[in-house]
């Protein structure tokens, strides 16, 4: 059925590399292309986000990049800091109005 | 704008009981969704609402009921409260895909 698969579900990099998650979405209907950071303990909270017309999206030490032939966006984070230690999701539409999420991809970045 | 609020912050409730999660936005949204997440788990969709009058089911509908009498408000309710329903319930409202989350309401069924 409809989903959206987010990988690596583990993701553990040393300070300073980069950090590459994706996702995968089967709805070719599909316009927008979000990304969240979850916090311990806090809610989710957008990071960035894209839109179709366009294939990559940056600010400041994160990008977002879209392939709509393969169906796939990622989220790229440069230079990481411990700061940057979290749970991330990625999002895509079902039809109209449901909104699906990604399983999460628990990202440590490693002294 | 307070945004999207959520109350009770944390609950216990005994097996078989039942209670109302409140949600309640003031930014006009027409879109407002229930979502559950288990203890390092994704988000899971219980209920969404395109608008005031019309609710729909996600993916985890099955122990719960939601109305939508207003714009603001999105309430949802747990009958027979079962062990399996502790989690976390975030709500939320959207605006053109951009989703806004409550702060989450802690349930623990004992």
């Known amino acids: 059925g409809e989903n959206v698969e987010q990988h690596p579900s583990t993701l553990s990099v040393q300070e300073g590399d980069s950090a590459v998650i994706k996702c995968t979405y089967s709805d070719s209907a599909s316009n927008y292309f979000p990304w969240y950071k979850q916090e311990l303990g806090k809610r989710p909270q957008l990071i960035i986000d894209?839109?179709?017309?366009?294939g990559e999206k940056k600010d400041q030490r994160i990008a977002v990049t879209l392939n709509k032939t393969a169906k796939h966006f990622s989220l790229h984070i440069t230079e990481t800091q411990p700061e940057d230690s979290a749970v991330y999701f990625c999002a895509g539409p079902l039809g109209d109005d449901k909104i699906i999420f990604g399983k999460g991809t628990r990202l440590h970045i490693l002294p | 704008n307070a945004g999207v609020t959520q109350t009770p912050k944390f609950r216990i409730l005994k097996i078989g009981q039942s209670m109302t999660l409140q949600c309640a936005q003031d930014m006009n949204h027409n879109y407002m969704y229930w979502y559950r997440q288990d203890p390092g788990m994704g988000l899971k969709l219980i209920y969404y609402s395109v608008g005031a009058g019309i609710t729909d089911k996600g993916e985890v509908p099955n122990g719960y009921n939601v109305s939508r009498s207003t714009t603001e408000d999105f309430p949802l309710r747990l009958e027979l409260a079962a062990p399996s329903q502790t989690s976390v319930y975030f709500c939320?409202?959207?605006?053109?895909?951009?989703?806004?989350f409550g702060p989450g309401t802690r349930l623990t069924v004992v």
């Open positions: 894209i839109r179709s017309n366009v």
């Open positions: 939320a409202s959207s605006e053109a895909g951009l989703q806004f």
